[in-house]
């Protein structure tokens, strides 16, 4: 693994805290859920293009718990109710 696989691996880019209901957009390698959360609207990116992880998968249904961890590239954030740590990857 790359330097920059395990910087990005162990949030050394940083993070976001997010508790509002109000829209993200960024670029994330991981959203950790601190408490039971529900999403609106979850975006990353497949193959080069931005997709929206939460309508294709049906996600929005869902309630995380608290401590779940989603991997990806994610670019967009939106919360329905619950708090998470986004942390932040590399473009």
């Known amino acids: 693994m790359s330097l920059n696989a395990w910087a990005k691996a162990l ?3 940083g993070a976001t ?6 829209r993200f957009e960024g670029n994330w390698s991981a959203v950790q859920c601190i408490v039971p959360t529900k999403f609106s609207t979850l975006d990353s990116k497949f193959d080069g293009e931005t997709a929206s992880f939460i309508s294709e998968n ?3 249904a869902y309630e ?7 991997f990806g590239d994610i ?6 109710y619950g ?3 986004a942390y932040k990857g590399t473009d």
């Not at 805290?17 to 109000?22: A, D, E, G, K």
């Not at 995380?64 to 989603?70: L, V």
Request: proline share 4%; no cysteine; hydrophobic share 50%.
């Open 58 to 60: 049906q996600v929005a």
């Open 64 to 70: 995380f718990p608290a401590g779940f961890i989603i």
């Open 75 to 80: 670019r967009a954030i939106d919360l329905h």
């Open 83 to 85: 708090k998470v740590i």
């Open 17 to 22: 805290f997010i508790t509002s209901t109000s």
């Open 11 to 13: 949030g050394e880019y």
